[in-house]
Every structure is written in structure tokens, then in C-alpha cells.
């Protein structure tokens, strides 16, 4: 699963708010979605909340 995200200033846009953000700058601008991920987490990892 692509799970999207971006940092704005001090907060984190994720999920799918980060997709539509996505979907939006590939619309709108000339910016595309990475063709690989710039990092993988093993499905089993533990997140601190």
C-alpha cells in the first residue's frame, strides 16, 4: 500500500488527505508521484502514537 505524505510546517499531511493532495499537484502542476517509495516500514513495525 502507497500511503502519501507531506510536511507542512510544523504538521504532517497523510492518509487520504495526503492521496488527494497527491492527485491535486499531478492535476494541477507539473509534479509527479515518485515511482518508488523513498522508504519502506515492515507491515509488522509497531507506531508510537
Known amino acids: 500500500i502507497r500511503l502519501h505524505f507531506f510536511r ?6 497523510w492518509g487520504a488527505t495526503g ?3 497527491a492527485q491535486l ?4 502542476t ?3 508521484v ?3 517509495p523513498d522508504r519502506v516500514v515492515d507491515p509488522d513495525a509497531d507506531f508510537l502514537i
Open 8 to 13: 507542512v510546517d510544523d504538521y504532517v499531511v
Open 30 to 32: 507539473d509534479w509527479r
Open 25 to 28: 499537484l499531478e492535476l494541477t
Open 34 to 36: 515518485p515511482d518508488e
Open 19 to 21: 492521496r488527494i493532495l
